[in-house]
Every structure is written in structure tokens, then in C-alpha cells.
């Protein structure tokens, strides 16, 4: 299988403060990631496509300006959470298609982010 | 639309019997389809998938699923449970109008095997 590795595993912040969190492909080069929200016992809410070298694609009422996305090189994607507020807290995951051809290839999983907003 | 449904919210089995995980899709055309397993405060772990071919699909873990075109189901399977397959079971189907492989999840079932 492939493995994506996610940075943090857990973080707790003030209220106000931003927090990023890094998403790494550790063996393969993945051009397209995604980034879910999970809240407690709910299916994973697709925030956002993060693509190599552009800019990501966010999905309907999730703001743009809030959870900035980089994807910064084929093996790293970053979200981060500006002015967080206690309504951020939640689980984040990540994950990649291992293949350039992304149209039946399973997604790999990072390990999620528990974020904690204070 | 497309949607992915898994009705129930929980299913409960006793060690050693048979488990069944339902889901059902509505996608236009030919359907991918995924099965993942999620422990607690851990990413998810792709089960198996089926794409085209034999109806029946075999994974790991020894899950298998069946893909069934006329009830548009693919219901996860496994002959005899293990208490160690206890977790969150997610269906998920290939969102047909994205190039980029972005899947549509199913609100998950929480497996329950007991001793």
C-alpha cells in the first residue's frame, strides 16, 4: 500500500489562532489531495481538493479565506485554520490517490488531526 | 444526485457468525465503488473496491463485498466475524462528475462484535 503521514496528530489552541497541519504522501507523488472534516461518529465532509502546483478547489460553504490550502509539492499539502474558533474543532483528514490516474484508484488516508480550539 | 446510503446506523453480531454491512448508490452510469474501515482516532483503511468484473469482490481482512447492479447495492460481507473487526465502516462511490477522483461517503456503520 501507500502511506500519507499527517502532522500533527493532535493540537490544542487558543481561540484567535491559526494552526497549520501537513499532509505528506511518504512514498508516492500524489499531484491531487483532499481534506475532510470529521465531526464525532459522522461520515468524513469534503472540504476542499488541494492540487499541485494551483489552487485548491473548495467545496460548496466552505470558506476559502478561513482554511487556506498549499500544496506546495507532490508529496506535501497544508491546511491551515486561520482564526480558529471553538467551531474548528473537529478531525481533519487527509488523503491521496496513489496514481496519476486518479479515476478508479483507491485513496490512501492519513492518520487525521484532532484539532482542539480553546 | 449521487448518493451513497448505508441505513443503519449500527449492527451488532456475535463473534464467529456472519456480518453483513449494507450500502446502496445512485450514481448515473457505471459505479465505483469503495469499502474503508475507520478505528478510533485514526484515518481510514481501504477495504476493497469494486470497479468492473466479477460481482463478488474479495479484501482484505477477509472482507468481501457484492456488487449487485439491479438493487444498485454493495453490501460489505465477511463469513465469520471477529471482535476485532469492531469499528466504523464506511461505503463510498467515485463522484462520476469529477476528474479528480474525489469519492462521496456514505454516513457510516459502526460494527459492534461481541464475545
Known amino acids: 500500500g501507500a502511506v500519507v503521514s499527517q502532522h500533527p496528530s493532535w493540537v490544542i489552541c487558543k481561540s484567535g489562532t491559526s494552526v497549520k497541519i501537513e499532509c505528506r504522501s511518504l512514498?508516492?507523488?500524489?499531484?491531487?489531495m483532499f481534506w475532510y472534516r470529521q465531526f464525532p461518529k459522522q461520515s468524513l465532509m469534503l472540504m476542499a481538493t488541494s492540487n499541485e502546483g494551483s489552487k485548491a478547489t473548495y467545496e460548496q460553504g466552505v470558506e476559502k479565506d478561513k482554511f487556506l490550502i498549499n500544496h506546495a509539492s507532490l508529496t506535501l499539502s497544508t491546511l491551515t485554520v486561520t482564526s480558529a474558533h471553538p467551531e474548528d474543532s473537529s478531525f481533519y483528514i487527509c488523503s491521496a490517490p496513489k496514481s496519476a490516474s486518479t479515476s478508479y484508484n483507491e485513496q490512501f488516508f492519513g492518520p487525521g488531526t484532532r484539532l482542539t480550539v480553546l | 444526485a449521487q448518493s451513497v446510503a448505508q441505513p443503519e446506523d449500527q449492527v451488532n453480531v456475535a463473534e464467529g457468525n456472519p456480518l453483513t454491512v449494507k450500502c446502496t448508490y445512485s450514481?448515473?452510469?457505471?459505479?465505483?465503488l469503495f469499502w474503508y474501515v475507520q478505528y478510533p482516532n485514526r484515518g481510514l483503511q481501504f477495504l476493497l473496491k469494486y470497479i468492473t468484473g466479477d460481482n463478488l469482490v474479495k479484501g482484505s481482512y477477509g472482507f468481501e463485498a457484492e456488487f449487485n447492479k439491479s438493487q444498485t447495492s454493495f453490501h460489505l460481507k465477511k463469513p465469520s466475524a471477529l471482535v476485532s473487526d469492531s469499528a466504523l465502516y464506511f461505503c463510498?462511490?467515485?463522484?462520476?462528475?469529477?476528474?479528480?477522483?474525489?469519492?462521496?461517503f456514505g454516513q457510516g456503520t459502526t460494527l459492534q462484535v461481541k464475545p
Open positions: 450514481v448515473s452510469g457505471n459505479p465505483y
Open positions: 463510498a462511490v467515485r463522484d462520476m462528475t469529477s476528474n479528480t477522483g474525489k469519492l462521496i
Open positions: 512514498d508516492f507523488q500524489a499531484t491531487t
